[in-house]
């Protein structure tokens, strides 16, 4: 196992819209487990995606408890499939799912921030995750099993990063067996391992992995063509050096 502690990567100012997104995540889990009166359950099975309803376009039916007599009886969701996608985005299923979504959206979104800036950032995030969650229903088209997490929007974050910042170095914890250890990477290595293990683990577990998949490369290919027109500072354009050179 390796987990990112931090980057080496300063940015020019406050990761302020990074901050807000940990902030909410992290306040709609809580509320969804523990403030809300109607806990976490009932969230999954009323708000998150189900790859079934957005390909059919129609809601499917839920089991919400049983009759007097034991038969269970069913009620028809009523977001809108499309909507789901949104609040998807914004939900997770344990404290460590959250953990692990914010710890890397904390190490490799305040830099992306900086570069986009405030509302492109915020764009940016939101489109990542539409395009993770589209990635995995385009290969399970009638799966009724609801979807939930940022891991695609941070994805799209990670592949972006992998862009732009390929030399920054990331401190990186490294768990083989019972020993642990730290190690100082460069992040174009650290991303291409995280991204190559999508595939290795795909199947296994309850995780959408080709969401992460879809996220990452949609984040990389946004990133490059961004760069067309606002290329990143400290990477001289052709256009630049042939000015200097006259």
Do not use: C
């Amino acid at each position: 196992m390796f987990l990112p502690i931090k980057d080496y990567n300063p940015t020019k100012s406050v990761a302020y819209v990074t901050i807000l997104l940990i902030v909410i995540n992290i306040f709609v889990f809580f509320y969804q487990g523990v403030i809300s009166e109607k806990k976490l359950p009932f969230f999954i099975n009323h708000y998150s995606l189900v790859p079934y309803e957005v390909t059919h376009f129609s809601n499917v039916k839920i089991l919400i408890g049983k009759d007097s007599w034991g038969f269970p009886i069913y009620e028809n969701r009523k977001t809108t499939p499309l909507i789901t996608i949104l609040f998807s985005i914004f939900m997770h299923g344990s404290f460590m799912h959250l953990f692990g979504n914010m710890l890397f959206l904390w190490i490799f979104g305040n830099n992306i921030e900086d570069y986009l800036g405030k509302f492109l950032f915020l764009s940016f995030y939101l489109m990542s995750g539409f395009a993770a969650a589209f990635t995995h229903i385009l290969f399970n088209i009638s799966s009724m099993i609801p979807v939930i997490g940022a891991s695609g929007a941070v994805s799209g974050i990670m592949g972006a990063y992998l862009i732009l910042f390929p030399k920054a170095k990331v401190k990186t914890l490294v768990l083989i067996i019972i020993f642990i250890t730290f190690f100082d990477i460069p992040a174009w290595i650290f991303l291409v391992i995280w991204f190559v293990f999508q595939f290795f683990y795909m199947g296994s577990g309850n995780i959408a992995w080709l969401a992460h998949v879809g996220g990452f490369i949609f984040g990389a290919a946004f990133i490059k063509i961004y760069m067309m027109k606002r290329p990143h500072p400290g990477i001289v354009s052709e256009r630049d050096f042939f000015e200097e050179e006259n």
